[in-house]
C-alpha cells in the first residue's frame, strides 16, 4: 500500500475512533430493533414530563427542557462509547443553574435564556478541550464520599426549593436557609386545592411505581393531572399551570452574549462540567459492567461536549447522564443508542404537534415529579455506610453536605473535591512508616508495630514506608527513618529499606537517599534497597543510587540481601 493508501487508512480509523457509530451501526444486529424502539417509546414518555419539569426547576419555560431532550440524545448517539446512557436534562444541574443566577439581575427572560445556553455552551467547550488533552481521569478526582454528600445535599436544596410550589406559594427566596425561614412564615397562605393535587400525584406515582414498576409512572400522573385541571377548573382556583407551550422546533443559532457574559459564567460552566462529567461516565462505567462491554472514559468526554455544544445551539440548558432515566433504558431492553435517538424522535413530534395538551400542566405537579425524581438522591443510609468504613471520609462527606446547603451547589462540589485531593496529599505526606521484622518460623516480613512478635533480625535495621516514596514525604521519612534507627538499643551494622509498597520514587526522594547513605556511612552502617519495582529502580540507576547500594533487580529482596549478608550469618551460621 502506498503512503496515500496509508493516510487514508489512518484517517478513517481517527474518524471511526471519533464516531464510534460509524463502528457499530453497520454491525447493527435486526433483532435489538424491536428492543431499542420499545426502550426508546418508554423513555420518552418518562422523559418529556421530566425534561419539562427540570426546565422550571433551571428557571426556564417547560418547552426548554423538551429541545434539550431532543438536541442531547441525538448529539449523543453519535460520539458515545456508552450504549445505555441516557442524556438530558438533569436535576442537579438545574438547580445549579438556578441557584448561580438567583441573585443576578437579569433584564428579561429572553436574556436569561441565551446566557444559560452560553452555560451549556461553555461546558461543552471545556469538555471538548479536556477530551483533545485526554483528561478523562479526571473522573477519579471526586471520591464517592464527596459524590455521596454532594448528592444527598443537592437532594435536599431541590426537595425544600420545591415546597412552596407543592403549597400554592410564590415569591420565596433562593437561599436555603431564608428559603425554609420564607415558608414557615407562610404557611397560612397554602393554596388547599394546590396542596391536594401536589400531594395526589405524589401518592399516585408511588403507588404506581410500587405497584407497576414498568409503566411511564411520570407520563401516566401528568396526564391524569391535566384532565384533571382542565375539568374542574383548579386553574380558576389559584393553582398555577404551565399555559401555552409554543409549538415547533428550537431555533438553532448561538445565543447574543459579551465577552462579559463568558468571564461571569465560566465558573459555573467548570463546575457543572465536573459533576455532569461525573454523573455521566459513573453512569456509563455501571452500565458497562453489568453487560459486559467497554467504555472509553476520554470519548465519553467528547459525547458530552457535543451534546452541550449541540443543547445551547438548541436553546436547551446543561445536561448530563440522568441515573432514572437510563435504569428505565436498561430495564426495557435498549441495546444501543438507537434507543435515546428513538426517544428524542418522540419529542420532536411531541413540540410539533402536542404542545397543547400540557396547556392544564399544573405547577404542584411539575414539583411532585421533580420531588419524586430526586427523593433517592437523599441517601442517608449510604452516609452511614461510609461512616462505619472510614472515619475520615464521613467528615468528607459530611462537610460536603453542608457545603452545598450554607454555600451552594457549585461551592459545594468544588469543597469536597479540595477536600479529597487534600486528603490525597496527606496520605502520601505523612503516610505510615516503621520497622519491619520476620514473621516468626517463615522467611516473610512484616510490621513490627502491627505485630510485635515479629522477630528483628541480629545486626540489621529494616524499615518501610507504605505509600510512593516521592517529594511530599521524602524528608519525613528520613526523619522517621533515624529517630527509629536511633531508638535501636543494639548494634546496627545494616539498614535495609523495603520499597515493596512504594511503587515510584522522583528526584527529591532520591536525593534525600543519597543524603541518608552518607549518614549511615559516618555512623558504620551499610544501605540497602529492597524489593524496588522496575519504575523506582530506574529512576534509581539515572541517579546513580545503584552504584552506592548494590545491585538493584527484581530479585533484590529483604530475604536475599540477608543472605548475601555476612555478618548476619556469622550470627546464626
Same mark, same amino acid.
Given at each position: 500500500?502506498?503512503?496515500?493508501?496509508?493516510?487514508?487508512?489512518?484517517?478513517?480509523?481517527?474518524?471511526?475512533?471519533?464516531?464510534?457509530?460509524?463502528?457499530?451501526?453497520?454491525?447493527?444486529?435486526?433483532?435489538?430493533?424491536?428492543?431499542?424502539?420499545?426502550?426508546? %417509546? !418508554?423513555?420518552?414518555?418518562?422523559? #418529556?414530563?421530566?425534561?419539562?419539569?427540570?426546565?422550571?426547576?433551571?428557571?426556564?419555560?417547560?418547552?426548554?427542557?423538551?429541545?434539550?431532550? =431532543?438536541?442531547?440524545?441525538?448529539?449523543?448517539?453519535?460520539?458515545?462509547?456508552?450504549?445505555?446512557?441516557?442524556?438530558?436534562?438533569?436535576?442537579?444541574?438545574? =438547580?445549579?443553574?438556578?441557584?448561580?443566577?438567583?441573585?443576578?439581575? =437579569?433584564?428579561?427572560?429572553?436574556?436569561?435564556?441565551?446566557?444559560?445556553?452560553?452555560?451549556?455552551?461553555?461546558?461543552?467547550?471545556?469538555?471538548?478541550?479536556?477530551?483533545?488533552?485526554?483528561?478523562?481521569?479526571?473522573? /477519579?478526582?471526586?471520591?464517592?464520599?464527596?459524590?455521596?454528600?454532594?448528592?444527598?445535599? !443537592?437532594?435536599?436544596?431541590?426537595?425544600?426549593?420545591?415546597?412552596?410550589?407543592?403549597?400554592?406559594?410564590?415569591?420565596?427566596?433562593?437561599?436555603?436557609?431564608?428559603?425554609?425561614?420564607?415558608?414557615?412564615?407562610?404557611?397560612?397562605?397554602?393554596?388547599?386545592?394546590?396542596? +391536594?393535587?401536589?400531594?395526589?400525584?405524589?401518592?399516585?406515582?408511588?403507588?404506581?411505581?410500587?405497584?407497576?414498576?414498568?409503566?411511564?409512572?411520570?407520563?401516566?400522573?401528568?396526564?391524569?393531572?391535566?384532565?384533571?385541571?382542565?375539568?374542574?377548573?383548579?386553574?380558576?382556583?389559584?393553582?398555577?399551570?404551565?399555559?401555552?407551550?409554543?409549538?415547533?422546533?428550537?431555533?438553532?443559532?448561538?445565543?447574543?452574549?459579551?465577552?462579559?457574559?463568558?468571564?461571569?459564567?465560566?465558573?459555573? +460552566?467548570?463546575?457543572?462540567?465536573?459533576?455532569?462529567?461525573?454523573?455521566?461516565?459513573?453512569?456509563?462505567?455501571?452500565?458497562? &459492567?453489568?453487560?459486559?462491554?467497554?467504555?472509553?472514559? /476520554?470519548?465519553?468526554?467528547?459525547?458530552?461536549?457535543?451534546?452541550?455544544?449541540?443543547?445551547?445551539?438548541?436553546?436547551?440548558?446543561?445536561?448530563?447522564?440522568?441515573?432514572?432515566?437510563?435504569?428505565?433504558?436498561?430495564?426495557?431492553?435498549?441495546?444501543?443508542?438507537? +434507543?435515546?435517538?428513538?426517544?428524542?424522535?418522540?419529542?420532536?413530534?411531541?413540540?410539533?404537534?402536542?404542545?397543547?395538551?400540557?396547556?392544564?400542566?399544573?405547577?404542584?405537579? #411539575?414539583?411532585? %415529579?421533580?420531588?419524586?425524581?430526586?427523593? &433517592?438522591?437523599?441517601?442517608?443510609?449510604?452516609?452511614?455506610?461510609?461512616?462505619?468504613?472510614? &472515619? !475520615?471520609?464521613?467528615?468528607? +462527606?459530611?462537610?460536603?453536605?453542608?457545603?452545598?446547603?450554607?454555600?451552594?451547589?457549585?461551592?459545594?462540589?468544588?469543597?469536597?473535591?479540595?477536600?479529597?485531593?487534600?486528603?490525597?496529599?496527606?496520605?502520601?505526606?505523612?503516610?505510615?512508616?516503621?520497622?519491619?521484622?520476620?514473621?516468626?518460623?517463615? /522467611?516473610?516480613?512484616?510490621?513490627?508495630?502491627?505485630?510485635?512478635?515479629?522477630?528483628?533480625?541480629?545486626?540489621?535495621?529494616?524499615?518501610?514506608?507504605?505509600?510512593?516514596?516521592?517529594?511530599?514525604?521524602?524528608?519525613?521519612? &528520613?526523619?522517621?527513618?533515624?529517630? !527509629?534507627?536511633?531508638?535501636?538499643?543494639?548494634?546496627?551494622?545494616?539498614?535495609?529499606?523495603?520499597?515493596?509498597?512504594?511503587?515510584?520514587?522522583?528526584?527529591?526522594?532520591?536525593?534525600?537517599?543519597?543524603?541518608?547513605?552518607?549518614?549511615?556511612?559516618?555512623?558504620?552502617?551499610?544501605?540497602?534497597?529492597?524489593?524496588?519495582?522496575?519504575?523506582?529502580?530506574?529512576?534509581?540507576?539515572?541517579?546513580?543510587?545503584?552504584?552506592?547500594?548494590?545491585?538493584?533487580?527484581?530479585?533484590?529482596?529483604?530475604?536475599?540481601?540477608?543472605?548475601?549478608?555476612?555478618?548476619?550469618?556469622?550470627?546464626?551460621?
Amino acid at each position: 500500500m502506498n503512503s496515500r493508501g496509508i493516510s487514508l487508512e489512518a484517517a478513517k480509523r481517527r474518524v471511526f475512533s471519533i464516531m464510534p457509530v460509524l463502528q457499530w451501526l453497520p454491525l447493527y444486529d435486526r433483532k435489538w430493533l424491536k428492543f431499542d424502539i420499545i426502550a426508546g %417509546l !418508554t423513555l420518552a414518555a418518562f422523559a #418529556i414530563p421530566d425534561n419539562m419539569a427540570y426546565a422550571t426547576l433551571a428557571g426556564l419555560p417547560p418547552e426548554y427542557g423538551l429541545y434539550a431532550g =431532543i438536541m442531547a440524545p441525538l448529539a449523543y448517539f453519535f460520539f458515545a462509547t456508552s450504549r445505555h446512557a441516557s442524556i438530558g436534562p438533569s436535576s442537579s444541574e438545574a =438547580i445549579m443553574v438556578a441557584t448561580f443566577f438567583a441573585a443576578m439581575v =437579569i433584564s428579561s427572560p429572553e436574556e436569561y435564556a441565551g446566557i444559560v445556553a452560553l452555560t451549556a455552551i461553555l461546558v461543552g467547550v471545556i469538555a471538548v478541550v479536556a477530551w483533545l488533552l485526554r483528561l478523562g481521569f479526571l473522573v /477519579n478526582l471526586i471520591s464517592g464520599p464527596v459524590m455521596k454528600g454532594f448528592l444527598v445535599g !443537592t437532594g435536599i436544596v431541590i426537595l425544600v426549593s420545591q415546597i412552596p410550589k407543592l403549597l400554592g406559594l410564590s415569591g420565596a427566596p433562593s437561599a436555603f436557609f431564608e428559603k425554609i425561614i420564607y415558608i414557615l412564615q407562610n404557611l397560612s397562605e397554602t393554596n388547599l386545592y394546590a396542596l +391536594a393535587l401536589g400531594i395526589g400525584a405524589l401518592l399516585l406515582f408511588f403507588a404506581l411505581e410500587h405497584k407497576f414498576p414498568r409503566l411511564p409512572g411520570s407520563l401516566i400522573v401528568v396526564v391524569f393531572s391535566i384532565i384533571l385541571v382542565w375539568l374542574t377548573g383548579l386553574d380558576e382556583k389559584g393553582v398555577e399551570i404551565v399555559g401555552t407551550i409554543p409549538q415547533g422546533l428550537p431555533d438553532l443559532g448561538m445565543p447574543v452574549f459579551s465577552a462579559g457574559d463568558v468571564a461571569l459564567v465560566f465558573p459555573l +460552566a467548570v463546575g457543572l462540567f465536573v459533576l455532569s462529567f461525573v454523573e455521566l461516565s459513573t453512569i456509563a462505567r455501571t452500565y458497562a &459492567k453489568a453487560h459486559d462491554y467497554e467504555i472509553d472514559n /476520554n470519548q465519553e468526554l467528547l459525547a458530552l461536549g457535543a451534546s452541550s455544544v449541540s443543547v445551547g445551539l438548541g436553546q436547551g440548558f446543561p445536561i448530563s447522564g440522568s441515573f432514572s432515566k437510563t435504569a428505565v433504558n436498561d430495564r426495557n431492553g435498549a441495546r444501543t443508542q438507537l +434507543a435515546g435517538a428513538v426517544a428524542a424522535g418522540v419529542i420532536i413530534l411531541v413540540v410539533l404537534y402536542l404542545t397543547g395538551f400540557f396547556y392544564y400542566l399544573a405547577e404542584p405537579v #411539575i414539583a411532585a %415529579l421533580i420531588v419524586v425524581a430526586v427523593f &433517592k438522591m437523599v441517601d442517608i443510609a449510604g452516609l452511614v455506610r461510609i461512616g462505619h468504613i472510614n &472515619k !475520615t471520609e464521613i467528615y468528607i +462527606a459530611l462537610i460536603t453536605f453542608g457545603g452545598v446547603l450554607l454555600f451552594g451547589i457549585l461551592s459545594g462540589v468544588l469543597i469536597g473535591a479540595a477536600l479529597s485531593l487534600i486528603e490525597i496529599l496527606y496520605r502520601f505526606t505523612f503516610p505510615h512508616m516503621g520497622g519491619v521484622g520476620r514473621i516468626p518460623g517463615t /522467611n516473610l516480613f512484616g510490621s513490627t508495630a502491627r505485630h510485635p512478635e515479629n522477630e528483628a533480625v541480629p545486626g540489621v535495621f529494616i524499615f518501610r514506608i507504605d505509600a510512593p516514596l516521592i517529594f511530599a514525604n521524602a524528608e519525613s521519612f &528520613k526523619e522517621n527513618f533515624l529517630k !527509629t534507627l536511633a531508638k535501636e538499643q543494639r548494634p546496627i551494622h545494616l539498614a535495609i529499606v523495603d520499597l515493596d509498597l512504594s511503587p515510584i520514587t522522583d528526584v527529591t526522594a532520591v536525593d534525600m537517599i543519597r543524603d541518608l547513605i552518607t549518614d549511615l556511612d559516618r555512623r558504620g552502617i551499610t544501605l540497602r534497597l529492597a524489593n524496588a519495582s522496575w519504575q523506582v529502580r530506574d529512576v534509581l540507576r539515572a541517579a546513580g543510587i545503584e552504584e552506592k547500594v548494590g545491585r538493584l533487580d527484581r530479585t533484590t529482596t529483604i530475604s536475599a540481601i540477608l543472605e548475601q549478608d555476612e555478618d548476619v550469618h556469622s550470627i546464626h551460621p
